[in-house]
Structure formats: structure tokens, C-alpha cells
């Protein structure tokens, strides 16, 4: 049985005892502890990993130490087999051209960045060299998104379908009269709004990550939805509550920490008829279930294994006013 899923991984260079260079993977729990994975990881899928190895390849053909390399990042899409690389260096003086790593059967884009040594991760400090695109398009169902390479997009395609299908169902058995809005907080790119929008009447999206608004209204027009709107902004400052009616849902998908006491307190402020909150941390998410408890019950839970292999689960809950 094939376990590869992944659609982004994040490699570190391995040097051995004849200075030959090899893309490795962090070990868990500790900070600087890589093993060397020639062929990448047996998680990633396989075009993922054919553009690391080519990368690794060309490295191996320069006069490179390892002390000049941080490490290399590539994202991968199914839907175009292509994938977006990332080569990150430690060396500020070191000038690579991007033109040498591309490769156009397996790459959309190459991108070299300086990556400054106070930081373990892969930050993009300077470019110094790129080709190609940046985005890429996935297929999620029947429809299709655009995202940043280097932004967030989830990295299980079936299970993230299988996800939406099954939200679909339950959504669209809430009542038409309770259907006017749908307002999706930490919407990303707006793959959640957009799936849900033709069961409502409108659809608004709020998310920080710089660029999200030109994505989502651009996936919305792609996908042919035109009842979507988009607020760029914290969840936390974007003042939410003014869309919500008590006859209007809300869609929850929280970074880690789960959602902050602005935010429950909007919440119970405004008390939306039915609350739908997926999480990939369900410690917080308990926590703030226990915050919404005074108004809220959960009518149904299920978890989702995103992240095969690891101790990772997302959980789906959803939560009805007043029962």
C-alpha cells in the first residue's frame, strides 16, 4: 500500500564523510538531528520528491559546503504534477542562478533565497535568484484553487476531500431560513467558503496572511461563485461580528492555538445559529468548546487523519445554539 500523501516537505542537507551533499529530514524532537534520505521521504509523493533529488543533484555538481546551505523547500501539485522549489542559503556572498536548478518536467518555479542564520527556519530573507511562477492550482472536487507555493494550502489532497464532502452534507441540511451567511474566519485562500457557497445566500471570508484577498475573490471567480466576499485581516481586528446574525453560521479553522477570547466572546455575542469548527489541535479546540458551552452544544463529531504517520488528527465538530 502506497503511504505517500504529502504535498509540501521541508528538506535539510546532510553532508558525509567524502563531502557528498544529500537531502535529509529533521528527527523529531531534537533541533539540529538529520538523517540523510536520498530517495526523500517515503510520505512525500513521488514528483515532490524528484524535484528535491534534482536539486540535490545539481548542489552536488558545484564546489558547495554544507555550511553555505540551510536547506531546501519544495510544494508540490497533483493536479499539475509540477512543483515550486526552494532552495534556502546560509551563505550571504553566495550567488547560485535559479536557471541551473530548473528543471521545466518537474518544476513551475525555482526560487533561491539568503536565509538569515538567526533563524533555524527556512525564512525568506533576501532573493537572490528565481524562474518560473510562484503559484500553484489544485483540484479539490469539482473545483479548482490558486495558491502561493510558500503560503498555507493543506497537504493531504483526498482527506481534505473527503473533509469537505462530508461538511457539504451536514451543511446543507441546515434549514434554508438559517442559510443567509456563512462567515468563514481563517479562511486561507477561501477553499471552505467557496466549496459552501451555493448553499448560501452569501459567503464572507476573513484571513491575515498577506495576499489571502487576491486569491480568494480570484478562486471564487474561477470556481463561479459570485455571492463571496473577503476581509483581509485578524479574525481577532476584523470586527466579524458585524456580518453575524443570529440566523447567519460560522465556520471556524484556527492556527494551533485555537481562537482567541476576542473572538469566543464575539461569538457568544452574537450567537450564530450553528458554529462549525475544524481543528488541528483538539486540546484547544476542547478548550474553547468549553468557553461556547454556556450557549452551545456539539451535535456532532468526527476526526480526520490529515497527517497519516504522525500524532496529528484534525477533528470536526459542530455546535448548535440553545439545545
Known amino acids: 500500500m502506497n503511504s505517500a500523501y504529502r504535498t509540501k516537505m521541508e528538506y535539510a542537507i546532510y553532508v558525509d564523510d567524502q563531502e557528498l551533499l544529500h537531502i535529509a529530514q529533521h528527527i523529531q524532537g531534537t533541533r539540529h538531528g538529520v538523517v540523510p534520505t536520498d530517495q526523500g521521504s517515503p510520505l512525500a509523493l513521488t ?14 555538481s558545484k564546489d558547495l559546503r554544507k555550511s553555505q546551505l540551510k536547506g531546501i523547500m519544495v510544494r508540490y501539485s497533483r493536479y499539475e504534477n509540477k512543483s515550486v522549489c526552494y532552495l534556502y542559503l546560509k551563505d550571504e556572498e553566495l550567488k547560485l542562478d535559479a536557471m541551473e536548478f530548473f528543471d521545466e518536467t518537474l518544476m513551475k518555479g525555482m526560487f533561491i533565497y539568503y536565509s538569515t542564520k538567526k533563524s533555524p527556519a527556512y525564512v525568506q530573507t533576501s532573493l537572490v535568484s528565481s524562474i518560473g511562477e510562484r503559484d500553484l492550482v489544485e483540484r479539490l472536487g469539482n473545483k479548482e484553487f490558486i495558491f502561493p507555493s510558500d503560503g498555507f494550502f493543506q497537504i493531504n489532497i483526498p482527506i481534505v476531500e473527503e473533509f469537505i464532502k462530508d461538511a457539504y452534507k451536514f451543511i446543507s441540511k441546515i434549514p434554508k431560513n438559517n442559510r443567509n451567511l456563512l462567515v468563514d474566519l481563517y479562511a486561507g485562500v477561501g477553499t471552505i467558503g467557496i466549496f459552501m457557497g451555493d448553499l448560501f445566500e452569501k459567503v464572507i471570508g476573513v484571513e491575515l496572511f498577506p495576499g489571502s484577498k487576491e486569491y480568494a475573490l480570484k478562486n471564487a471567480i474561477k470556481n463561479g461563485v459570485a455571492n463571496y466576499e473577503f476581509h483581509e485581516g485578524r479574525s481577532e481586528d476584523s470586527n466579524f461580528s458585524e456580518f453575524l446574525t443570529e440566523d447567519s453560521q460560522l465556520f471556524l479553522d484556527p492556527p494551533r492555538a485555537g481562537c482567541s477570547p476576542k473572538v469566543l466572546d464575539e461569538i457568544l455575542y452574537k450567537k450564530p445559529e ?12 476542547v478548550r474553547d468548546i468549553e468557553v461556547l458551552a454556556s450557549e452551545y452544544q456539539v451535535i456532532h463529531t468526527q476526526d480526520y487523519d490529515f497527517f497519516p504517520n504522525t500524532d496529528h488528527l484534525e477533528r470536526f465538530v459542530i455546535l448548535k445554539k440553545g439545545l
Open 47 to 60: 514528483g515532490l520528491n524528484n524535484a528535491a533529488i534534482h536539486i540535490m543533484k545539481v548542489l552536488n
Open 274 to 285: 450553528y458554529i462549525f469548527y475544524l481543528s488541528c489541535n483538539p486540546e484547544t479546540q
